[in-house]
């Protein structure tokens, strides 16, 4: 039975345009047959916003037409709509992060039982949520790129 993940915004990115940002390992865990990959709605927001104020301009091209639902057809990836529990919980989580996309992909992640795949630091300092991610230390000891692995 395979594992079912959230990816982070900047997964998503990185898995859409090949980027080597996101470590082999991780990205052969995400692609395999067995693995569902989850994309919060929270995420679609937020790209379409920051590519439209310019802050995100390598994503540009997820925007056009039929290529957002295309890119994430080829990642085999699911769309996870932002609920009233989801948005309750990120509201109410007693965390200091104010960031709103990640407050929401927290919550999601809690409440549905899934690990976040994220680089991002911030959100260690969440209790219960597990985060997916390479252990490039691993990786230089076993002339592997690195193992992907949790942390809480």
Known sequence: MGMTYLIDTHVLI????????????LRRRLSACDSTLL?????????ATKVR?????????????GA?????HRLRAQDLPVTTKHAL??????WDHKDPFDRLLAAQALSE?????????????????TIIWDDPVAGAHSGD???????Q
């Open 113 to 129: 039982k899934v690990p976040l795949v994220t680089v991002d630091a911030q959100f260690d300092s969440l209790a219960g949520l």
């Open 145 to 151: 790129d690195g193992d992907a692995h949790e942390r």
């Open 39 to 47: 994309v919060s709605s929270a995420t679609t927001m937020e790209v």
């Open 53 to 65: 104020i310019g802050k995100l301009p390598q994503a540009a091209a997820l925007m056009k037409d």
């Open 89 to 94: 919980l990120a509201g109410s989580l007693d």
């Open 14 to 25: 990185w898995l859409t345009s090949y980027s080597k940002n996101l470590p082999a390992s």
């Open 68 to 72: 957002w639902e295309e890119a994430l």
